[in-house]
């Protein structure tokens, strides 16, 4: 188990040294630069200033090494457009709104997935499972900001129920909240019907059906039970993923959260805030997947053998 550890961690080290190193050498070669859309127009000699004020007057691995210096430090540089912060602050400054957003999308999302999925397995092969499954799959066809667009319309526009978008308290979070856990909720039926339909075909379910016990028993105490291991295991990526895949949300929204800031830093050329931005979701996913991985191997016997035979 302690190698099966090591070599995780040092997979996870790896990734992210690749990572930065390819965000770092494509946002400095993208054509444009973090000083061509200031308002008022530089001169060539001002510019090289502020080009050796930040670094960048450098070879790009000469500034990557010194970035990467700083980063094992959690010092990852000054935001271009708000030199009062530093990129550090301002990602957990802003971690709170994508976090909330995210958290409430996927307790919508695995809410209604999770009780549709079981709904469809406990009558497999019905017209109501054929029809769970095909509203599934529409359902998770739709692109989440679209969905943005069209609940805008709708509810704020045309109803005026609710507000367009913005921070100002809960009801400002139930538009996007619906509109990026909705078609979350196909992947999350149809992932649960999937696994209790597995455990259902189990010969431990068909003995317990011998012994006498009725269907919800079996439901409750075999099926669901056995069933919430690959269950747990998968949708608990779900939370960090969906923190870190709001970016589309926030933008219809307008929501002050790190999935707008990254947004506006890519397009504004700010080189240090993409590159913490990136990171941080790297590192938070990486982790998440790890502990996925040893929570798999606590929950389910099974794994602990195979990692010890590997």
Not at 60 to 74: H, K, N
């Given at each position: 188990?302690?190698?099966?550890?090591?070599?995780?961690?040092?997979?996870?080290?790896?990734?992210?040294?690749?990572?930065?190193?390819?965000?770092?050498?494509?946002?400095?070669?993208?054509?444009?630069?973090?000083?061509?859309?200031?308002?008022?127009?530089?001169?060539?000699?001002?510019?090289?200033?502020?080009?050796?004020?930040?670094?960048?007057?450098?070879?790009?691995?000469?500034?990557?090494?010194?970035?990467?210096?700083?980063?094992?430090?959690?010092?990852?540089?000054?935001?271009?457009?708000?030199?009062?912060?530093?990129?550090?602050?301002?990602?957990?400054?802003?971690?709170?709104?994508?976090?909330?957003?995210?958290?409430?999308?996927?307790?919508?999302?695995?809410?209604?997935?999770?009780?549709?999925?079981?709904?469809?397995?406990?009558?497999?092969?019905?017209?109501?499972?054929?029809?769970?499954?095909?509203?599934?799959?529409?359902?998770?066809?739709?692109?989440?900001?679209?969905?943005?667009?069209?609940?805008?319309?709708?509810?704020?526009?045309?109803?005026?129920?609710?507000?367009?978008?913005?921070?100002?308290?809960?009801?400002?979070?139930?538009?996007?909240?619906?509109?990026?856990?909705?078609?979350?909720?196909?992947?999350?039926?149809?992932?649960?019907?999937?696994?209790?339909?597995?455990?259902?075909?189990?010969?431990?379910?068909?003995?317990?059906?011998?012994?006498?016990?009725?269907?919800?028993?079996?439901?409750s105490k075999h099926v669901l039970r056995n069933a919430l291991i690959p269950m747990v295991t998968s949708f608990l990526p779900m939370f960090p993923g969906m923190m870190t895949g709001s970016m589309f949300i926030e933008m219809v929204f307008g929501l002050p959260g790190l999935g707008k800031q990254f947004v506006l830093s890519s397009t504004n050329r700010d080189?240090?805030?993409?590159?913490?931005?990136?990171?941080?979701?790297?590192?938070?996913?990486?982790?998440?997947?790890?502990?996925?991985?040893?929570?798999?191997?606590?929950?389910?016997?099974?794994?602990?053998?195979?990692?010890?035979?590997?």
């Amino acid at each position: 188990m302690l190698n099966y550890v090591l070599r995780r961690f040092l997979g996870i080290l790896i990734m992210l040294l690749l990572l930065s190193f390819v965000t770092f050498v494509l946002s400095r070669t993208v054509p444009g630069g973090p000083f061509g859309k200031v308002e008022v127009p530089m001169g060539k000699k001002q510019l090289e200033l502020f080009k050796a004020k930040y670094g960048l007057d450098k070879p790009i691995l000469e500034q990557y090494v010194t970035w990467l210096g700083q980063a094992v430090r959690l010092d990852f540089g000054v935001p271009f457009t708000a030199p009062e912060m530093t990129v550090t602050g301002l990602i957990f400054k802003l971690l709170p709104y994508s976090a909330l957003l995210g958290f409430l999308a996927c307790v919508f999302s695995l809410t209604v997935g999770i009780i549709l999925g079981m709904i469809a397995a406990a009558h497999q092969n019905s017209w109501l499972d054929n029809a769970i499954v095909t509203y599934s799959i529409v359902v998770g066809s739709i692109p989440a900001f679209v969905l943005g667009f069209v609940v805008v319309y709708v509810f704020a526009a045309k109803l005026a129920i609710l507000p367009a978008g913005g921070w100002g308290g809960p009801k400002y979070l139930v538009l996007p909240v619906f509109a990026y856990g909705f078609p979350a909720i196909g992947g999350v039926a149809r992932w649960t019907r999937q696994c209790m339909v597995d455990t259902i075909s189990s010969d431990y379910v068909r003995t317990a059906y011998a012994k006498g016990l009725v269907r919800s028993q079996v439901m409750s105490k075999h099926v669901l039970r056995n069933a919430l291991i690959p269950m747990v295991t998968s949708f608990l990526p779900m939370f960090p993923g969906m923190m870190t895949g709001s970016m589309f949300i926030e933008m219809v929204f307008g929501l002050p959260g790190l999935g707008k800031q990254f947004v506006l830093s890519s397009t504004n050329r700010d080189y240090p805030m993409v590159l913490g931005i990136t990171v941080f979701w790297a590192l938070l996913l990486s982790v998440t997947y790890f502990i996925t991985d040893i929570l798999y191997g606590v929950i389910d016997p099974r794994v602990r053998i195979t990692q010890k035979s590997s």
